[in-house]
């Protein structure tokens, strides 16, 4: 019994508490008594089968061992007590530590959780209050520093240019800020994060169409700076207005204000992903604000795509004027064989040797691109055209002209309504025709260029492409090359359908502006002419009677005007012959035989030639015409004979020469009779206009020697034997080869002077046409 005890006492005397030192030593303490436990085990089976040993000898001696089997019974007793107590105590103290682990765990998790909290609500705070400084720095650049730039002397070039775009991305920021402020909320509220993010999701799109406007014009805003950083004294201007407009930022250029645009739209999807990484995922707005970061992360991918759609245009866009050295100069191997396979690929589409990659849409697009080219271009055309005509009008002051009609109601009306239309209506209208029409359709035309230009880039780039697209694998440079044709074609695709609707708004909004100003032209001129239509004395005719007198006068004049114009044309269309020297008279023979007369032209001018098989001629040159049009069918070339050479002549310079059938009298002018002059009524020579004493005056008369038929209004058809009247013996240029006749029917016109003859009166028959007596 008293071993049993010594056994026993070393664990019932181990007090509770120190089981509480530490995890590890409770585990290695627990490992020791386990090996106790077992120890014990075992002595009780050695017990047991020593206890069957002694019962078997106690068969034998039952006297003698009685009292030690009383021994060993107890001491099993006391055993198997203090091994149930030990398992009891250890289940109490493996449950004390359970729950002690677990109100550990709870304590560290709510201690994470509100680490985590806060750390989301400086992170919604720094979202908010970082936008708030972005505006304020922003309206700074833009209102204060810009006004203050805008004052120096000389202005700074360019200076707009690097402020383009920024107001949209102001107005886009003051929104999002405006929207959260509306919900009259705290970042700390459980509501605001949900806010927040609905606020950024709905603003989404205008951030976006701010933002890649901004960035991709940045690089201009570098551009400009520097240029201002190569003047030392305008950059000093330039850091001093700055240093004085924003003296708490501590700013020394521009590019600190303008490269934040560039910087903040970088920064929100770092903002939101570090308000999700610390924001509960059982948070009821989590999934929103993880579709608000994903967002955000979207944007800045649309904005990267669209700034480099937006650098291969301006790259391929651009026309260069290059000279013929400048393009010798490019030229290197790589170059070559570039445009060798464009070619070689080419022909191949065009012999059938390899289809040609269709694209329905783009060909569609394109189409449509060109008819509205053709269109602006016309439309260009025409303004310019109708502009020209107004300003000629403008510039002839008919009011200044002096009509002789003093007193006369009708001429003083006219005057003063054509001052009014010359010096304001119609430059008015001129001007605001210039300004709604004329400048927009330039500006128009002027962005077809950068189309075009794409286009054409597109079909070089896609016969590159084709080239390389039945490869399987692809070279670094064959890679870009793919890369490039498919980036041209995506952002034509993309572009073009917006370029040709704004293109069609813009043509059909101007002609709207075109009829809208003539309507308020036609109201100017309807209110000045009321204003004079009581002056006139048709004012009192009734609507009837006033419209026929109109009729009747517009009629009349129109006769008029006719009258002057056939006038006119006779003047200007007159013919007129350069005189002949005597190697042309040889070469008039010469041409004349070979061609014939109706084929004999003279030069009216002297021609240069500038093309291949072209002659230079002198200025009253005579030519046989062999072809009127060049090999071409062009009718404005003749092809002619210059006595041996042949070649092309602007027809416009050369005039039918007129020749005789047969050799004509060298003169129609009789010679004067000795001593006697006759004094006629009509004097065909200025030799013999003057008056003299005559003993005998004899008649004459003048006779058409040969046949001559009319080719115009300005000349007459006359038959060898007709008499006709000489009325000038020269033509308007003051040309003795032509006469001013008339003959039978009162019919006037220019007949060849050498195609008339004088015969004496007494030898012909007396002839009321044409016959003068001299003296009369």
């Given at each position: 019994?008293?071993?049993?005890?010594?056994?026993?006492?070393?664990?019932?005397?181990?007090?509770?508490?120190?089981?509480?030192?530490?995890?590890?030593?409770?585990?290695?303490?627990?490992?020791?008594?386990?090996?106790?436990?077992?120890?014990?085990?075992?002595?009780?089976?050695?017990?047991?089968?020593?206890?069957?040993?002694?019962?078997?000898?106690?068969?034998?001696?039952?006297?003698?061992?009685?009292?030690?089997?009383?021994?060993?019974?107890?001491?099993?007793?006391?055993?198997?007590?203090?091994?149930?107590?030990?398992?009891?105590?250890?289940?109490?103290?493996?449950?004390?530590?359970?729950?002690?682990?677990?109100?550990?765990?709870?304590?560290?998790?709510?201690?994470?959780?509100?680490?985590?909290?806060?750390?989301?609500?400086?992170?919604?705070?720094?979202?908010?209050?970082?936008?708030?400084?972005?505006?304020?720095?922003?309206?700074?650049?833009?209102?204060?520093?810009?006004?203050?730039?805008?004052?120096?002397?000389?202005?700074?070039?360019?200076?707009?240019?690097?402020?383009?775009?920024?107001?949209?991305?102001?107005?886009?920021?003051?929104?999002?800020?405006?929207?959260?402020?509306?919900?009259?909320?705290?970042?700390?509220?459980?509501?605001?994060?949900?806010?927040?993010?609905?606020?950024?999701?709905?603003?989404?799109?205008?951030?976006?169409?701010?933002?890649?406007?901004?960035?991709?014009?940045?690089?201009?805003?570098?551009?400009?700076?520097?240029?201002?950083?190569?003047?030392?004294?305008?950059?000093?201007?330039?850091?001093?207005?700055?240093?004085?407009?924003?003296?708490?930022?501590?700013?020394?250029?521009?590019?600190?204000?303008?490269?934040?645009?560039?910087?903040?739209?970088?920064?929100?999807?770092?903002?939101?992903?570090?308000?999700?990484?610390?924001?509960?995922?059982?948070?009821?707005?989590?999934?929103?604000?993880?579709?608000?970061?994903?967002?955000?992360?979207?944007?800045?991918?649309?904005?990267?795509?669209?700034?480099?759609?937006?650098?291969?245009?301006?790259?391929?866009?651009?026309?260069?004027?290059?000279?013929?050295?400048?393009?010798?100069?490019?030229?290197?191997?790589?170059?070559?064989?570039?445009?060798?396979?464009?070619?070689?690929?080419?022909?191949?589409?065009?012999?059938?040797?390899?289809?040609?990659?269709?694209?329905?849409?783009?060909?569609?697009?394109?189409?449509?691109?060109?008819?509205?080219?053709?269109?602006?271009?016309?439309?260009?055309?025409?303004?310019?055209?109708?502009?020209?005509?107004?300003?000629?009008?403008?510039?002839?002051?008919?009011?200044?002209?002096?009509?002789?009609?003093?007193?006369?109601?009708?001429?003083?009306?006219?005057?003063?309504?054509?001052?009014?239309?010359?010096?304001?209506?119609?430059?008015?209208?001129?001007?605001?025709?210039?300004?709604?029409?004329?400048?927009?359709?330039?500006?128009?035309?002027?962005?077809?260029?950068?189309?075009?230009?794409?286009?054409?880039?597109?079909?070089?780039?896609?016969?590159?492409?084709?080239?390389?697209?039945?490869?399987?694998?692809?070279?670094?440079?064959?890679?870009?090359?793919?890369?490039?044709?498919?980036?041209?074609?995506?952002?034509?695709?993309?572009?073009?359908?917006?370029?040709?609707?704004?293109?069609?708004?813009?043509?059909?909004?101007?002609?709207?502006?075109?009829?809208?100003?003539?309507?308020?032209?036609?109201?100017?001129?309807?209110?000045?002419?009321?204003?004079?239509?009581?002056?006139?004395?048709?004012?009192?005719?009734?609507?009837?009677?006033?419209?026929?007198?109109?009729?009747?006068?517009?009629?009349?004049?129109?006769?008029?005007?006719?009258?002057?114009?056939?006038?006119?044309?006779?003047?200007?269309l007159a013919p007129a012959t350069q005189p002949l020297g005597t190697t042309s008279q040889l070469r008039l023979k010469q041409l004349t035989d070979q061609h014939g007369s109706d084929k004999i032209y003279q030069v009216m001018?002297?021609?240069?030639?500038?093309?291949?098989?072209?002659?230079?001629?002198?200025?009253?040159?005579?030519?046989?015409?062999?072809?009127?049009?060049?090999?071409?069918?062009?009718?404005?070339?003749?092809?002619v004979d210059a006595g041996g050479r042949r070649g092309y002549v602007p027809s416009s310079r050369l005039i039918r020469y007129h020749q005789p059938a047969e050799e004509p009298p060298p003169s129609p002018h009789p010679p004067?009779?000795?001593?006697?002059?006759?004094?006629?009524?009509?004097?065909?020579?200025?030799?013999?206009?003057?008056?003299?004493?005559?003993?005998?005056?004899?008649?004459?008369?003048?006779?058409?020697?040969?046949?001559?038929?009319?080719?115009?209004?300005?000349?007459?058809?006359?038959?060898?034997?007709?008499?006709?009247?000489?009325?000038?013996?020269?033509?308007?240029?003051?040309?003795?080869?032509?006469?001013?006749?008339?003959?039978?029917?009162?019919?006037?016109?220019?007949?060849?002077?050498?195609?008339?003859?004088?015969?004496?009166?007494?030898?012909?028959?007396?002839?009321?046409?044409?016959?003068?007596?001299?003296?009369?």
């Open positions: 019994m008293c071993a049993s005890h010594a056994a026993a006492s070393p664990v019932q005397q181990i007090p509770t508490g120190q089981w509480r030192i530490s995890e590890s030593s409770f585990r290695a303490l627990v490992f020791i008594m386990e090996g106790a436990v077992d120890s014990i085990t075992a002595s009780d089976t050695q017990g047991g089968n020593l206890q069957e040993e002694k019962d078997e000898s106690a068969e034998d001696d039952p006297l003698g061992e009685d009292g030690e089997v009383t021994d060993e019974a107890d001491r099993s007793d006391v055993d198997l007590s203090s091994r149930e107590s030990f398992l009891e105590e250890r289940s109490v103290s493996e449950e004390g530590v359970s729950a002690e682990e677990a109100d550990r765990k709870a304590e560290e998790e709510e201690a994470a959780r509100e680490r985590a909290s806060q750390r989301q609500l400086m992170a919604i705070q720094e979202l908010v209050h970082s936008e708030r400084n972005y505006l304020r720095l922003l309206q700074i650049s833009t209102v204060t520093i810009r006004s203050n730039l805008q004052k120096l002397q000389p202005p700074l070039a360019n200076l707009d240019s690097m402020f383009l775009y920024i107001e949209d991305v102001i107005d886009v920021s003051s929104r999002l800020l405006s929207l959260l402020d509306q919900r009259q909320m705290q970042p700390g509220d459980p509501l605001f994060l949900e806010a927040l993010c609905n606020t950024f999701l709905s603003l989404s799109s205008e951030i976006e169409a701010a933002y890649k406007e901004y960035l991709t014009n940045y690089n201009r805003v570098t551009v400009v700076e520097n240029s201002y950083k190569q003047k030392e004294a305008l950059w000093d201007e330039i850091v001093k207005v700055i240093k004085m407009s924003a003296p708490e930022v501590n700013a020394t250029s521009l590019s600190f204000f303008l490269v934040m645009p560039v910087q903040r739209i970088a920064r929100y999807p770092l903002l939101l992903q570090t308000i999700q990484k610390h924001t509960d995922t059982r948070h009821p707005a989590y999934e929103l604000l993880e579709r608000t970061a994903h967002t955000s992360v979207a944007l800045n991918c649309h904005i990267n795509e669209y700034k480099r759609f937006r650098e291969v245009a301006d790259k391929y866009k651009k026309t260069e004027t290059l000279s013929i050295m400048d393009k010798f100069n490019r030229l290197n191997s790589h170059s070559i064989a570039k445009k060798t396979a464009r070619i070689r690929q080419f022909l191949k589409h065009e012999t059938g040797m390899v289809p040609k990659l269709v694209d329905e849409e783009f060909d569609a697009l394109e189409y449509f691109f060109y008819v509205l080219e053709h269109g602006i271009l016309q439309l260009l055309d025409n303004v310019e055209l109708y502009l020209h005509h107004l300003q000629r009008f403008l510039q002839c002051k008919t009011e200044e002209f002096d009509l002789d009609m003093d007193g006369e109601k009708a001429p003083i009306c006219y005057k003063e309504i054509t001052t009014a239309l010359r010096q304001w209506i119609l430059p008015t209208f001129e001007k605001r025709m210039r300004t709604l029409i004329h400048k927009p359709l330039c500006a128009l035309r002027d962005l077809l260029v950068g189309p075009r230009n794409l286009i054409r880039k597109r079909l070089d780039k896609l016969l590159d492409y084709e080239v390389i697209e039945a490869k399987s694998s692809l070279s670094y440079e064959e890679q870009a090359i793919a890369n490039t044709y498919k980036t041209i074609n995506t952002l034509l695709l993309n572009e073009l359908p917006k370029f040709n609707g704004l293109a069609l708004q813009m043509i059909w909004r101007m002609l709207g502006a075109f009829s809208c100003l003539h309507k308020d032209l036609t109201c100017d001129m309807e209110q000045l002419f009321q204003s004079f239509a009581q002056q006139l004395p048709q004012s009192s005719l009734e609507n009837g009677v006033f419209w026929e007198w109109a009729e009747s006068a517009v009629l009349e004049g129109s006769r008029r005007l006719e009258t002057l114009c056939h006038g006119v044309e006779e003047t200007l001018s002297a021609v240069v030639g500038s093309r291949d098989l072209d002659l230079s001629l002198a200025k009253g040159e005579l030519v046989a015409v062999i072809s009127q049009a060049d090999s071409r069918g062009d009718s404005r070339r003749w092809l004067s009779p000795q001593g006697a002059v006759c004094v006629r009524r009509h004097s065909y020579t200025p030799e013999l206009r003057h008056t003299a004493t005559v003993h005998s005056q004899p008649c004459f008369q003048v006779f058409a020697a040969y046949n001559f038929t009319a080719r115009g209004n300005h000349e007459v058809s006359v038959v060898a034997g007709e008499p006709v009247r000489v009325l000038e013996p020269h033509d308007k240029r003051g040309s003795r080869e032509w006469s001013l006749v008339e003959v039978r029917g009162r019919r006037r016109g220019y007949v060849p002077s050498n195609y008339l003859a004088l015969v004496p009166a007494t030898a012909a028959a007396s002839s009321p046409v044409g016959a003068y007596q001299p003296g009369c």
